[in-house]
Nanobody, 125 residues
């Protein structure tokens, strides 16, 4: 079975940093696109950033310049380095894997991804 396990969340003050990790088991890391999504209280889940098999990245405007997505194939792990955190970054962060290319679908289209983690809480105060 494929499992994605996020870690690295926690509580931090505004302006602080966190690095989220997503360890993939039963899945060949990075075979297709991988991404990070988040769900803020009272809002729908939204795409944060994604990384293609070739290493190209995409991210939401609200995190550009602050968050960086990366992957380590050898460790079968996806990362999200978050800096200059703001209270509005508070939410549950989810890792998604096996994002397939679908005509007309953007990187943050959830239906592209086959596997999801359980999420890790990030709280910025």
């Amino acid at each position: 079975d494929v499992q994605l396990v996020e870690s690295g969340g926690g509580s931090v003050q505004a302006g602080g940093s966190l690095r989220l990790s997503c360890a993939a088991s039963g899945y060949i890391c990075c075979r297709n696109d991988m991404g990070w999504f988040r769900k803020a209280p009272g809002k729908e889940r939204e795409g944060v950033a994604a990384i293609e098999r070739a290493g190209n990245t995409a991210s939401a405007d609200f995190v550009k310049g602050r968050f960086t997505i990366s992957k380590d194939k050898a460790k079968n792990t996806l990362y999200l380095q978050m800096t200059s955190l703001k209270p509005e970054d508070t939410g549950i962060y989810y890792c998604a894997a096996d994002g397939r290319k679908i005509d007309g679908a953007r990187w943050n289209a959830e239906f592209r991804y086959s596997y999801w983690g359980q999420g890790t809480q990030v709280t910025v105060s």
